[in-house]
């Protein structure tokens, strides 16, 4: 199976001068926790509600006035639509990640897939081996 037959395609991208406040209530209103961040048409990183915690709140920062580009997670890693599943299953498992923006060979973002997405689209067997390997501590 491969990634384009399971992942999400409706993505919002959010631009990187957009305030944490509005990604925030995004986030909340579309029960979502991470978006990816573009210029023009460039994928530029991605912004989670841990980068929020973490980058933001955690540090003093005003989210009213604290632009996404302040915490924002600029290393993108993303898969590409048409790997497997089983594919994908594995390099989230050993990075530990729970999401990964989908883009074309031409590396236009086409979609997002999480764990879940790989957990209902018929890898279960993939996305649980990957949970339990994302959720293991590293030391």
Same mark, same amino acid.
């Given at each position: 199976m491969k990634i384009k037959d399971v992942m999400t395609r409706?993505?919002?991208v959010v631009d990187p001068a957009t305030m944490l406040a509005e990604v925030s209530r995004r986030m909340r209103d579309e029960d979502i926790g991470v978006l990816p961040v573009g210029e023009g048409d460039s994928l530029v990183g991605v912004i989670?509600?841990?980068?929020i915690v973490v980058r933001a709140i955690a540090e003093g920062k005003d989210p009213t006035e604290t632009a996404v580009r302040e915490?924002? &997670?600029e290393k993108v890693l993303y898969c590409f639509e048409d790997q497997s599943t089983v594919e994908i299953a594995a390099n989230m498992s050993e990075k530990q990640i729970r999401r990964l923006p989908v883009v074309n060979r031409d590396k236009r973002l086409v979609g997002i897939v999480s764990l879940g997405d790989l957990a209902t689209g018929g890898a279960n067997r993939e996305a649980g081996a990957a949970?339990?390997?994302? &959720?293991?501590?590293?030391?």
């Open positions: 409706e993505v919002d989670t509600d841990r980068d915490a924002m &997670s949970l339990g390997e994302i &959720s293991k501590p590293r030391h």
